[in-house]
């Protein structure tokens, strides 16, 4: 028996645990070397990432929710000791990190199921589709050995289709930009800008303009050989396309968001994606977590913050954690029952969801490329399709597989009305009016999605009316209870979105365990 004057490790962590908790208690059984042994197995990556939390905690968290922020903050606080369990809601895993191939099934809210029929080697990002360079998706692309390969994002040989008329992209920017250089060339010229010009500066801004443009001697815009050929140069000079339309058609045509679609922070030339599909990235990360960490079908009924730890009820079962991580998109989370109060609740039913859809088209040969000369990269309509995506790989296979719409808002919505058969139509026939008939007659299989009709999702992405108190309430902790989510960024939408959040939410849950250990 122990003297009576001495305190033994078993009444310090007694004493740790009613103090401090749970969380206080696993850590400071990690630092006497009593944590169980799950708590010691760290991940290896095969490339050490940007991100480390500093220092142990081995508290229990129980995460809500499979997609990228949810495996993420798994992934994370794994790393550092965490006792991780992932509830989804869904059969699989990734949220709206979805890729579609052959012999897969889709199913919709109140709708029929697909089957995807592709070939061999054929897959279709449902989901998210390109990655920019710069964010952090890439560090994890790198960190987890997932494999990458340039995404065409933006291809002058790709289309412009508005008002009825088809142009390339090439085409389009050149006579826009043209005209452009030529007005201002003009107003240059004839000194309407003297008062913020020095004979300098006029001289060096006609010089840009006239390459800008490609601006003839008088510095009018008469077309170039920037807009293409019908035959390009090779033993001879080739057969450069015709003189452009007059101004007037040019901006009636309304080309300004296509030709600059690509000029924003989150898109870039060129982007990114993983080599096979972009489920890679989930496919890893669950590698990393631990298959067994997760359980599937576990849709949650109950949220309970208590003093010390958080129940989670769901139906089936129910478990207790000493902190829970929500990345539950907002307005599903608010209809679960909880008690973190009627701020969060309001706060949770602020961001709006929105509608968003993509088709699937495989054609048994690539007519894009054989054709039309397209090598990856996208058009841009004012149709309801919005964009056409020809893949960024694959190139001269056999088949191929295209993007045949991708759209959010009210044509989401009027596309997931119909049922796939009728989005399918509606969308051939859009196409066609680019491609001609054979985009519609060489078709071999499809698959559509509607995330506004994905179980638990019920959308593909939030709308914040602004970030206001709202967003900053829910960037912050309830009790034990924490969210995460690209929807609590400003990359809504992006998966970078979702890992940023899960860092931030990590990184704040681990500097308070370790600050009570």
């Given amino acids: 028996m122990a003297d009576r004057g001495t305190l033994t490790r078993r009444g310090l962590l007694v004493g740790i645990g009613a103090a401090g908790g749970a969380g206080a208690m696993y850590a400071a059984m990690g630092a006497l070397g009593l944590a169980p042994s799950e708590q010691d197995k760290t991940f290896t990556p095969p490339r050490q990432g940007d991100f480390t939390l500093k220092g142990r905690g081995a508290a229990k968290v129980v995460i809500l929710g499979a997609g990228v922020a949810g495996l993420t ?11 991780c369990t992932l509830l989804e809601a869904s059969d699989r ?32 990002n449902a989901g998210p589709g390109r990655i920019a360079p710069w964010m952090v998706t890439m560090d994890y692309c790198r960190e987890l050995g997932v494999p990458i390969e340039t995404f065409v994002n933006s291809n002058a040989s790709a289309y412009v289709h508005t008002e009825g008329r088809t142009v390339r992209n090439k085409t389009a920017r050149a006579d826009m930009y043209g005209y452009v250089a030529e007005l201002l060339a003009k107003a240059t010229h004839h000194r309407a800008l003297d008062r913020r010009l020095t004979g300098e500066d006029r001289e060096r801004l006609l010089e840009f303009l006239r390459r800008f443009g490609d601006l003839g001697p008088k510095l009018t815009y008469e077309g170039s050989e920037r807009r293409g050929f019908t035959r390009y140069p090779g033993m001879d000079g080739g057969t450069a396309l015709t003189s452009p339309a007059g ?45 067994d960490r997760v359980r599937t079908g576990a849709r949650v009924t109950k949220i309970t913050d208590q003093a010390g730890s958080v129940t989670v009820t769901w139906e089936g079962g129910e478990l207790t954690a000493d902190y829970c991580v929500t990345t539950l998109p907002p307005h599903i989370l608010a209809k679960i029952p909880h008690n973190l109060g009627a701020l969060v609740t309001a706060a949770l039913r602020t961001p709006v969801p929105v509608a968003a859809g993509k088709i699937g088209l495989e054609y048994g040969r690539r007519w894009w ?19 056409i995506w020809y893949p960024s790989y694959g190139y001269h296979s056999e088949r191929g597989l295209l993007v045949g719409y991708y759209n959010s808002g009210e044509p989401a919505e009027l596309y997931g009305a119909l049922t796939p058969e009728d989005r399918r139509r509606r969308a051939l026939t859009q196409g066609k009016k680019i491609h001609g008939e054979k985009y519609r007659a060489e078709l071999l299989s499809s698959v559509s999605i509607a995330w506004e009709r994905q179980p638990h999702l019920q959308g593909g992405w939030v709308r914040w009316p602004a970030f206001d108190s709202s967003f900053t309430l829910l960037q912050r902790p309830s009790g034990r209870v924490y969210f995460a989510g690209d929807w609590l960024t400003h990359l809504v939408a992006w998966q970078a979105g979702a890992m940023e959040s899960a860092r931030s939410t990590v990184t704040q849950l681990h500097r308070r365990v370790t600050a009570s250990a």
Avoid: S, W
């Fill in 73 to 83: 903050v798994a992934y994370e606080l794994g790393k550092a000791g965490y006792d």
């Fill in 369 to 387: 490329e054989l054709e039309d000369r397209i090598y990856g990269g996208v058009t841009e309509t004012d149709l309801d399709i919005t964009h």
């Fill in 247 to 291: 101004l007037h058609e040019v901006l009636a045509a309304g080309v300004g968001r296509a030709i600059t679609n690509d000029f924003g922070y989150d898109q870039a030339t060129p982007m990114f994606q993983p080599v096979g599909g972009m489920d890679a990235i989930v496919t890893r990360l669950v590698e990393a977590v631990g298959r």
């Fill in 93 to 124: 895993i990734g949220g709206r990190n979805l890729t579609l191939r052959g012999g897969d099934r889709l199913t919709e809210l109140n709708g029929a199921a697909q089957d995807a029929r592709f070939g061999e080697g054929v897959y279709f």
